[in-house]
């Protein structure tokens, strides 16, 4: 399905509660986001906002205690079992740390494989042309499939673990802090790649970062999450230039900034800010 009028994902009015002790604690209260098709939706906010309670919630791996999640008109807020599983094909995620996806005994096409396995896709297609083919379009070798992950900088693992997520030609992929345990200029080009991928392969992005900096630099639209509630949202140009709630600001002043005259400007507090990485 490829409209692009209608939006790819939505979770509307969300809300989740871990149980702690006989209490409940309210992670995520009344969060909307929306990704039309082909575009990033940022969501930022500090850490314990609840940014990976909403990829969670998504995802189907936290309690939706209210609210709806639709992927390509579905609902699937309560969806469960094997029609859970089979949303892979659709929606995939990469997380900070590549352990999680890469397992640091496997080869990476063992690792690669794991979610063509999980959909029964392994008799269907070509496995090694899809293996050379996703590692191609990440920007690595198709002979780094024999490879194990320990052979590789924390960047090319991350673009490992991009090829993987991309293996079962999902349309949206949710990013959570994909890039924060990469240096700056490592991050710079994982960013690229990412918005490259998004033009080559139409896919939409829910893209969760704490940095304002890297938010900037890659989403069409951007969500602020304050505790467990939206404080702001807004096409990213607008709410980094006119932020209109004093936390996007703070959040704004806290963003690292590679450019050190654009450093020196900030710290005089009448200067406006606009920069990208
Ligand atoms: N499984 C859980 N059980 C109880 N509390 C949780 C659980 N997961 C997250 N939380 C709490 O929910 C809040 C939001 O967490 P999280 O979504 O991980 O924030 P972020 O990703 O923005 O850093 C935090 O206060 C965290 O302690
Ligand atoms: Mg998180």
Not at 77 to 95: D, E, S
Not at 132 to 159: C, D, I, N, Y
Request: contains cysteine.
């Amino acid at each position: 399905m490829n409209d692009t009028t209608s939006p790819v994902l939505v979770a509307e009015n969300i809300t989740v509660r871990y149980r702690k002790g006989r209490r409940h604690f309210t992670a995520l209260d009344n969060v909307s986001v929306r990704i039309p098709y082909g575009t990033t939706v940022g969501l930022v906010g500090e850490s314990g906002s609840g940014k990976s309670t909403l990829a969670k919630a998504i995802l189907g791996l936290a309690p939706i205690a209210a609210g709806r999640v639709e992927l390509l008109g579905q609902d699937i807020t309560h969806l469960t079992g094997k029609p859970r599983r089979k949303l892979g094909q659709t929606i995939q995620a990469v997380f900070q740390d590549p352990n999680t996806s890469l397992n640091p005994s496997f080869t990476i096409r063992r690792s690669l494989i794991e979610p063509l396995k999980a959909q029964n896709m392994l008799g269907e297609i070509d496995v090694d042309a899809r293996v050379a083919e996703v590692l191609t379009a990440v920007g690595m070798e198709p002979e780094a499939a024999s490879r194990r992950p320990r052979q590789f900088s924390g960047g090319q693992r991350q673009r490992i673990s991009i090829a993987r997520a991309l293996i079962t030609n999902p349309q949206v992929v949710v990013c959570d802090e994909s890039v924060s345990a990469l240096d700056l200029s490592v991050q710079a080009q994982v960013l690229n790649l990412l918005m490259d991928l998004q033009r080559e392969r139409g896919l939409s992005y829910l893209f969760i970062s704490h940095d304002m900096s890297v938010v900037k630099h890659i989403c069409h639209e951007v969500t602020v999450l304050y505790r467990g509630t939206v404080k702001e949202s807004g096409p990213t140009q607008l709410v980094t230039t006119q932020p209109a709630d004093p936390y996007t600001k703070a959040l704004l002043l806290a963003a690292p900034i590679a450019d050190p005259v654009l450093q020196r400007q900030r710290q005089r507090p009448t200067t406006p800010v606009s920069t990208t990485i």
